[in-house]
């Protein structure tokens, strides 16, 4: 027998099978379109924005869907919605929920709620900037988050939003890894690529003020403005593209350093042909790398500030008195992620410091709409 004909064999015979169950061809037709029909009528479709973020070019970036109008939608059909969108996170911005603030916005990654994250942040901005919610020239929003109220500056240009600055809880600087050599291995990376920072400073106090004395940083340490991540500092790009996970190995040592298992951010300072003042990755155990982090580089600023990671043109303000140096200075820095993904993305970072201390970081960047659409649930 043929394809063919086993094909219409099979048809035939549910046909068969169905006129015997509902009376006649005719009827099982129309039993189908009644069913149909009633699906659809209890459906509804939910808008969403389709947004690339961290880029100012569409098919770069990191992608994310906000989902402007999500009335009567439970938690659990927002996590199913954001598994259906098959991206790293989605959006859903309800009416604010606590004072002082201006929109309560849930975010959700494919198997969780989460409190906090950059890029859907920054990308919920570029969309109710988008649909009118937020009007041309408003200066600033503060959305309401599962972390709480985070701010938000805008910068607008010919009536469109052009770039958003999110401000990020002060860092909390845990624990760290001072075996470079188990750390490179986990990496799988050569001892010699993990701690290499002749340079590093910090502040010490002295009579004349605040200055600048060499201190050696960690291997890595653990950062935290909003979510915990393991900062990495590496001499090269060729090392940080260079870097893979050996989970084993990583949880040995986050183990013998009485750390939890959490996201590994690595980064470089090594100069390129781009203008980027750090190329970076978030080490994944598998699947698509996560191309643009906002989360993660406001740690891995802090880090790099607090450390002298920056190029000294950047760290300190030029023209100011010996004894003024170190003290309240900001620091702006330009993350290249996503590189190896093939959706490079600009992640910008101002870190504030005063003396030693970091006291304040934000993150921003540009997003650009890609499309529009309804999701039927």
Known sequence: MSDMNRREFGRSGLMGLAALAFGDPKRVARH????????????????????DVFTDRRMQGNQLFVFVQPAGLDTDTMQTMTRESNLSECTFVFPPEQAGTDHRVRIFTRTAETPFAGHPTIGTAFALAHTGLLKPGLSHTTFGLGVGPINLNLDWKDGRLAFAWMTQMKPTF????????????????????????????????TERGVRLQPD?????????????????????????????LDRAKVDSVFAASGMQRRGIYIFSTERGQDDATA??????????????????????????????????????????????????????????????????????????????????????GASVVVGEGSMAV
């Open 32 to 51: 189908a379109s009644e069913a149909s029909a009633t699906q659809a009528s209890d459906s509804r479709g939910y808008r969403y924005i389709h947004l």
């Open 174 to 205: 845990g624990k760290s890894v001072v075996d470079g050599a188990a750390l490179a291995a986990a990496l799988g990376l050569d001892a010699a690529l993990v701690r290499l920072k002749p340079d590093a400073t910090s502040a010490t106090s």
């Open 216 to 244: 050696p940083a960690p291997a890595g340490q653990e950062v935290n403005c909003g979510s915990n991540f393991f900062i990495v500092p590496l001499p090269t790009r060729k090392a940080v593209d260079a870097a893979v």
């Open 279 to 364: 190329y970076s990755r978030l080490l994944g155990t598998g699947g698509i790398e996560d191309p643009a982090t906002g989360s993660a580089v406001g740690p891995a600023g802090c880090f790099a500030a607090k450390y002298g990671f920056v190029p000294p043109a950047l760290r300190e303000p030029q023209g100011r008195p010996e004894q003024d140096r170190g003290a309240d200075r900001e620091i702006s820095m330009t993350f290249l992620q996503g590189v190896l993904a093939r959706r490079p993305s600009r992640l910008h970072v101002k870190v504030t410091m005063s003396g030693a201390e970091v006291t304040g970081v934000q993150v921003g």
